[in-house]
Every structure is written in structure tokens, then in C-alpha cells.
């Protein structure tokens, strides 16, 4: 199974930005479809972005078009969020997933990851 862990969280002020990162061990991360998702206290696991194996494909919630952009590094087992005009609404953990799925795909459903990792804060003051 891989183990996932995320970094590059933090407090930023509205209309900043940040880069999250995902570092994959104990499986190569080629092999998954990675997604990013977040939560806030009281709601559910909400979508965010997705990326396809090879990086080819990408897939985003509506809220985030524009100013989200996921990436991958499969030689770093690395995959990336980067956040730009951060809105107060973005703040919540974000956490990164991994499911084992063919080439080209993106998965935007929570509950067919099944490999998570701990989460990292994002706070944005307005």
C-alpha cells in the first residue's frame, strides 16, 4: 500500500498563494490516479482536483478552475497543488489521495480513494 504525506500548508492572506505537496513511499506513484481533496469542521470531504496517471489528464471542482493547478512528478513520487488567489472560502485540511486505476483516468469521487494521507492545514485570512 502506499503511504502519502503532505506538506506546504500554512496561513496566507487572501489573494495569496501556496504549493501543497504529496510525497508517495512504499509504492511508486506512477502506478495511481493521485486527487487532492478538502475538508472544513462539519461538512464532508469536499473535491478539489485530480490527475491522471501519466499527468495527461486533470480534473477540478468548479470552485477552484482557474486558480488551482494540480501536477505530478513521477520521478519525485511528488505530486503538487498549486493554490493561487486564495480565497478565505479555500481554507480547510487538504488532503491527498491515491487509487490504483488505468491510464488517462481521473477520479473525482472520495470514496473510490483508498490511500490517504494525514492532511495539511490551509488557513487564508481576509
Known amino acids: 500500500q502506499v503511504q502519502l504525506v503532505e506538506t506546504g500548508g500554512g496561513l496566507v492572506q487572501s489573494g495569496g498563494s501556496l504549493r501543497l505537496s504529496c510525497l508517495a513511499s512504499?509504492?511508486?506513484?506512477?502506478?495511481?490516479?493521485m486527487g487532492w481533496f478538502r475538508q472544513t469542521p462539519g461538512k464532508e470531504r469536499e473535491f478539489v482536483a485530480a490527475i491522471s496517471r501519466g499527468g495527461q489528464s486533470t480534473a477540478y471542482a468548479d470552485s477552484v478552475k482557474g486558480r488551482f493547478s494540480v501536477s505530478r512528478d513521477n520521478a519525485e513520487n511528488t505530486v503538487y497543488l498549486q493554490m493561487n488567489s486564495l480565497k478565505p472560502e479555500d481554507k480547510g485540511v487538504y488532503f491527498c489521495a491515491a487509487v490504483r486505476r488505468g491510464l488517462g483516468v481521473v477520479v473525482v469521487t472520495a470514496n473510490e480513494y483508498d490511500a490517504w494521507g494525514q492532511g495539511t492545514q490551509v488557513t487564508v485570512s481576509s
Open positions: 512504499g509504492r511508486t506513484v506512477s502506478s495511481y490516479v
